[in-house]
């Protein structure tokens, strides 16, 4: 009941064009309720609708940096 009632409210902010940041680790429900994911894992892995985003591709990314993570290790500069 809390998940439904939750997600109610949030299409209801949806629906007044509202912007809504949400941290969560239901693959399925992002992609069924959300339009726009921004998919991080120590980096920006995607960003876009919903179903480009939430790939096969992007969550193997996701997950192997997530899995690779050595607390010990230098910090690094990230190049651009």
Request: include cysteine; aromatic fraction near 8%; glycine fraction near 2%.
């Amino acid at each position: 009941r809390t998940r439904s009632d939750l997600m109610r409210l949030i299409r209801n902010w949806q629906a007044e064009g509202r912007m809504i940041l949400a941290v969560l680790h239901d693959h399925s429900l992002v992609a069924d309720q959300f339009p726009q994911v921004l998919l991080l894992a120590r980096d920006v892995i995607a960003y876009g609708p919903a179903r480009e985003v939430m790939t096969s591709e992007h969550l193997t990314a996701a997950r192997t940096m997530s899995e690779a993570w050595d607390e010990y290790a230098a910090f690094c500069e990230r190049s651009e």
